[in-house]
């Protein structure tokens, strides 16, 4: 069983669509994240959820809006697509085991292609 | 300013030659956690080692080994006698914490290249 999951893995559309990723994990993690991985190769965090409640909200356009039904998911929603949000997207979890006993090693889904034409 | 620097963009060797990739961050957390994360063509990221902060000892797996020097803030990742499998894009990474949660923070990554 695939420990974080991610779909679609591709996903081609066209600019000004509204599209989703989802991803689940089965690893019973707290934590749950959204990163991008621009054409840079560029790997940076977008959101972060706890529980179903955000945490980390980095910088990122209002289009962009995560949700969590429950904190063994946490999907990812982009609205008006533009050329730009082409990108790799990846999902991961971490177990949050409190302050100073976190080792922040994050698990990663294999990654969500998206590309805006 | 970047919290993770990997300095080297890309890097190219000739098969069975040793390579180190270098890593600087910085923080002012007195506990946390360095990683190195590989990410071959097909594009999913391979977790390599974990680091905390209070250990300095240098790890070695077969022709991986890490070098930790909290005097210099780096963590370097050496291949000794690459192969043409090494070619991936190689990642540092540098967990905090953030107000009580860990976030993981990447180096813009190196590009190794093994040729033949």
């Known amino acids: 069983d695939t420990a974080v999951s991610q779909t679609p893995k591709y996903l081609v559309t066209q600019m000004g669509n509204d599209k989703s990723i989802k991803c689940e994990q089965n690893?019973?993690?707290?934590?749950m994240y959204w990163y991008k991985q621009d054409s840079k190769k560029f790997l940076k965090i977008m959101f972060s959820?706890?529980?179903?409640?955000?945490?980390i909200n980095e910088t990122v356009p209002n289009r962009f809006s995560p949700k969590s039904p429950d904190k063994a998911h946490l999907n990812l929603h982009i609205n008006s697509l533009e050329l730009g949000d082409s990108a790799v997207y990846f999902c991961?979890?971490?177990?949050?085991?409190?302050?100073?006993?976190?080792?922040?090693?994050?698990?990663f889904g294999e990654g969500s292609r998206l590309t805006v034409l | 300013a970047q919290k993770v620097t990997q300095a080297q963009t890309e890097i190219s060797v000739v098969e069975k030659e040793d390579v180190t990739l270098d890593c600087v961050y910085e923080t002012r957390d007195t506990t946390y956690y360095l990683f190195w994360y590989k990410q071959p063509p097909s594009g999913e990221l391979v977790f390599l080692i974990r680091r905390n902060s209070f250990d300095e000892q240098n790890e070695i797996s077969g022709r991986y080994s890490w070098n930790f020097q909290k005097s210099t803030s780096s963590f370097n990742f050496t291949i000794t006698a690459s192969q043409v499998v090494d070619s991936a894009v190689y990642f540092c990474?540098?967990?905090?914490?953030?107000?009580?949660?860990?976030?993981?923070?990447f180096g813009k990554g190196t590009m190794l290249l093994v040729s033949p």
């Open positions: 990474a540098l967990s905090e914490d953030y107000r009580g949660y860990s976030t993981l923070t």
């Open positions: 690893l019973g993690h707290d934590t």
């Open positions: 991961a979890s971490s177990q949050e085991l409190g302050r100073q006993a976190n080792t922040g090693e994050l698990f």
């Open positions: 959820y706890n529980n179903k409640e955000l945490i």
